[in-house]
């Protein structure tokens, strides 16, 4: 029987895949199957990933006819799972050895319908454990109360769907499917989901999963017009928060973190090809217009006097100027803790 389905998407990452690869082998156990979606490399990861399910027991390659993004090659994998409990990894991310049993172990123990972790973040040669932002851990939690407060890093700020286990009960409901064809940004409308419609998690300490950050292919550091799907992502956050019976407390919490991300992206416009940047102004105006704005009067008076002024002026019509940018503008890795603030 199959006790944990692990998900791991990977398109042309075949500098990073073996490292990746190596960690599965290490985590390997006759209850865990990996899931190895290709999803269309161009690079030599199919060739790998079909040694892989050769020689890495319990994986299963699965391969894309045409490339779909991160969002399509995790419902792919979703589709074949047969685990009681799921998760994932990112085919340029990996485990710490014996990872996937101590995640079991914490969701059994538990008995919620997830849980979250930490993780270890890799720039180079740096390791540095990010924390899951919710101070209460190993009992049990309603996950829709740790969306708020608005005004803080909260559990929707830490999207990280490899961040954790679920359990099959989500699936079959439907909440862990992911939006098809994002390729950015795919994991916010994700997690709210799972937040406002699941009835347990709990948050434990692992220190298993490590994220490589600074991937040259990663599309945090791509400039094209893929980045503009966090517009697509965070309009089905607020349309479907808005449904909410608690829409009236969480629709401020969506509204704010929508404006942080898009003020991370228009700080930054200079990274973006000409007609991109053209795009994200026009695209974020008129979501800017779409929000209630009532609660997006007072977002921009609490997110502070540069981001609400260059919000403004894009909700306006008017060209971002050199001048009106920021000296440094916000990492990519900050974007989510910007966000609650």
């Known amino acids: 029987m199959v006790k944990l389905s692990v998900i791991v998407p990977f398109y042309n990452v075949r500098q990073f895949a073996p490292d990746t690869l190596r960690s599965l082998k290490a985590n390997a156990r006759e209850d865990v199957e990996f899931l190895l979606v290709d999803d269309c490399s161009s690079d030599g990861t199919r060739d790998l990933l079909e040694r892989a399910a050769e020689e890495v027991p319990g994986a299963v390659l699965l391969p894309h006819e045409s490339n779909g993004g991160l969002a399509t090659a995790r419902n792919t994998g979703l589709d074949a799972a047969r685990g009681t409990y799921l998760t994932f990894l990112d085919g340029d991310d ?9 995640l079991l172990a914490a969701a059994e123990r538990l008995g919620t319908d997830f849980v979250r972790v930490d993780h270890v973040q890799v720039t180079g040669r740096a390791r540095q454990i990010h924390r899951m932002p919710h101070g209460r851990r190993e009992v049990p939690l ?3 109360d740790a969306i708020l407060p608005a005004d803080r890093s909260t559990s929707v700020d830490y999207p990280y769907a490899w961040a954790g286990i679920y359990h099959r009960r989500l699936l079959d409901s439907g ?7 994002l390729r950015t940004a795919e994991d916010r409308p994700w997690i709210w989901r799972l937040h406002r419609e699941a009835e347990s998690f709990a948050v434990t300490s692992l220190h298993g999963v490590f994220y490589r950050r600074g991937v040259s292919s990663s599309l945090t550091q791509i ?16 349309e479907e928060t808005s449904t909410h019976e608690r829409a009236a407390e969480l629709l401020p919490k969506a509204v704010r973190t929508y404006c942080a991300v898009m003020a991370h992206h228009l700080e930054s416009i200079e990274r973006f090809e000409p007609a991109v940047a053209r795009t994200l102004r026009a695209e974020s105006a008129a979501a800017l217009r779409r929000l209630p704005q009532d609660i997006l009067r007072a977002t921009l008076t609490a997110l502070g006097p540069e981001r609400a002024a260059r919000l403004r002026r894009v909700r306006r019509g008017q060209a971002l100027t050199r001048s009106a ?16 603030r």
């Open 175 to 181: 909440v862990l499917r992911f939006r098809d064809g």
């Open 223 to 238: 400039g094209d017009v893929r980045q503009l799907d966090f517009l697509r992502a965070f309009d089905q956050v607020v």
């Open 142 to 144: 309603r996950p829709v």
């Open 325 to 340: 940018a920021p000296t440094a503008a916000v990492p990519a890795t900050r974007v989510h803790e910007e966000a609650a």
């Open 94 to 102: 990996w485990y710490a050895p014996g990872h996937c049993g101590r």
